[in-house]
Every structure is written in structure tokens, then in C-alpha cells.
């Protein structure tokens, strides 16, 4: 028994930190929507990343070691998750609205796990597939209420441009998990942080973008870049970690419930009938992954 359990502690830790980053994540929309209206987007993707790499950093402890080929992996993941993704997101949620914003986010499971599965060689089974589609459905479910918003369907710069972060996010995804298997979590995180925002901040500069905050604002900036960005991708890269990029980005899909249920809390929002069978959609396509064992992904080598 007690053999049993020390096998699966891995996996548990996984799945519950993946739980904890689709908590985390799904709170970021919501807060940032009021924040980019008046703060240029290119400088809150900036001094997010900052303060998430200086959060960070106060619990960094490994040495830095890495290869040639880890600083290669690691420079096309900050570039790619922590420069043109966030830029693109929030220039994007400018200019669409929040809910387009909430759907269009999801582009990141997708591309998480076609990205997996098609370069990085992981595998699903049937039941695995099965699971995916059912978590898809309550995740489409959950952000339309089954009223799809025409705009939606019109080519607008903000739509394409969240889509093209959520690909991004993707990449970086998959590049993150194997940089996990042979660096520290929490220096992958201070570096890429660091490298993203300061590429952010001096491309703005050039661009003679000023820097205009708000006393208001800073709580929901360092909201953003501690919980929102830090941590979360904290608890992100442990699951990726441990039970692969397919499995977590599944379970990152319940963000959108999460988001939900804090929406109702605080901004007293009616939750639909609709809604509600969607969450129990996507719970029991949680439930499908941690009932069959088969379901766990497998990497080539």
C-alpha cells in the first residue's frame, strides 16, 4: 500500500497542480480586461512578465547549469511564450471583447495538444481521445452558453491576434516540459520571465510607447504578474512535468468553469443551465483520465 501510494504521488501532485493553474489562469482575463483599456498593451505584457520573474526569483535556489542545446530550447521559449504571446494577448483583448477573449484563450489547449501529439510524440488511446473531446464540448460549452457571437466569425485584429497567442503558448508549452525534465521549475520561469519582458520593454521604449499607470491599477498589475503569470506557471510546469502536456492541458481546460464560478461570486453573474451541463461534461471527461490508467500519455524517447 504504502509502495502504491508512493508511485502515485507524482501523478497526484500533477493533477493537482494543474487544478491550481487552471484556477490561476482562469482569473486572468477578468482582471486584465480593465487594466489594458488604458495601460498599452505591449507595456502590460511587460511589466506582467517582470514582476513575475522577480516573484519568482525569491525562491530560486538551483545553481544555473544548462547545455548548449538547453539555452537554445530556453531562448525559443521566452521568445515565444513570454515576448510574442503576451504582446499579441493583450493588444488582442483591446481590441475584441471579453467573452470573444475567454473563447479564444481555449486556442491554447488545442495547440498544447497538436503540438504534443504531433511533434513531441506523445500518445492518447481511445479513451483518451474520448476524454479530450468531451472536455473540448464543456469548454465550448462554458465560454458560448450556446449563443455564438457573430462577431466571432468576422475576421477581427483582435480575434486573430489571441488565436496567434494561444499558438504560441502552445509551443511554449511543449518546450517548457522538456526543459522541466532537466531544470528547476522555478528557473525556467525567473529566466524566460525576465527575457520575455525585457524584449517586451525595449521594443516598446523604441517605439516611444510611454509608461502611464495608475495608482489603481498597480494592485491589479502585480494581481496579474504574481498569481496570474508566477505562480500559475508554476503549478503549469509541475503538471507538465508530471503527467505530460496532454493530460494537463485537459485539465487546464477548467479554467473556463473556474472563471465561471468567480464571475458568479463576485460580479453576481447568472449562471445558465446550459453552463452548469457543462461542467458536468468536462468533470467527467477529468474523471475518464484519472479512472483508466491506459489513458496516461506516453512519450517517445
Request: include cysteine.
Amino acid at each position: 500500500m504504502k509502495a502504491n501510494l508512493q508511485k502515485d504521488r507524482p501523478l497526484v501532485i500533477g493533477y493537482i497542480s494543474a487544478i491550481i493553474a487552471a484556477l490561476l489562469f482562469g482569473c486572468v482575463s477578468t482582471v486584465a480586461k480593465p487594466v489594458v483599456s488604458t495601460v498599452n498593451p505591449l507595456m502590460l505584457a511587460s511589466l506582467v512578465y517582470l514582476i513575475s520573474g522577480l516573484a519568482i526569483s525569491s525562491v530560486v535556489k538551483s545553481k544555473l547549469s544548462l547545455s548548449k542545446k538547453d539555452y537554445s530550447l530556453l531562448f525559443i521559449t521566452s521568445i515565444s511564450g513570454a515576448a510574442i504571446a503576451p504582446a499579441m494577448f493583450f493588444s488582442g483583448l483591446k481590441l475584441t471583447t471579453a467573452a470573444n477573449g475567454s473563447l479564444l484563450s481555449n486556442g491554447e489547449i488545442i495547440f498544447s495538444i497538436i503540438f504534443a501529439l504531433t511533434l513531441f510524440g506523445e500518445k492518447l488511446n481511445r479513451i483518451g481521445y474520448v476524454a479530450m473531446a468531451l472536455i473540448l464540448t464543456g469548454v465550448i460549452i462554458v465560454s458560448t452558453n450556446l449563443e455564438f457571437d457573430r462577431s466571432l466569425l468576422k475576421v477581427n485584429t483582435g480575434n486573430l491576434l489571441i488565436i496567434g497567442a494561444t499558438l504560441f503558448w502552445g509551443l511554449d508549452n511543449n518546450i517548457s516540459r522538456i526543459l522541466s525534465q532537466r531544470i528547476d521549475i522555478t528557473r525556467i520561469i525567473q529566466l524566460k520571465s525576465f527575457i520575455g519582458g525585457f524584449i517586451i520593454l525595449v521594443l516598446g521604449l523604441l517605439l516611444g510607447i510611454p509608461v502611464n499607470i495608475n495608482l489603481t491599477e498597480i494592485p491589479y498589475i502585480l494581481l496579474l504578474g504574481i498569481l496570474g503569470f508566477a505562480v500559475s506557471l508554476y503549478f503549469l510546469l509541475q503538471g507538465l512535468s508530471k503527467i505530460g502536456t496532454t493530460n494537463t492541458m485537459l485539465i487546464l481546460s477548467l479554467s473556463s468553469v473556474f472563471g465561471l464560478v468567480l464571475a458568479a461570486i463576485f460580479l453576481h453573474e447568472h449562471v445558465s443551465i446550459f453552463q452548469i451541463i457543462a461542467v458536468g461534461v468536462m468533470l467527467f471527461g477529468i474523471y475518464l483520465i484519472n479512472r483508466n490508467r491506459n489513458v496516461k500519455i506516453t512519450v517517445e524517447s
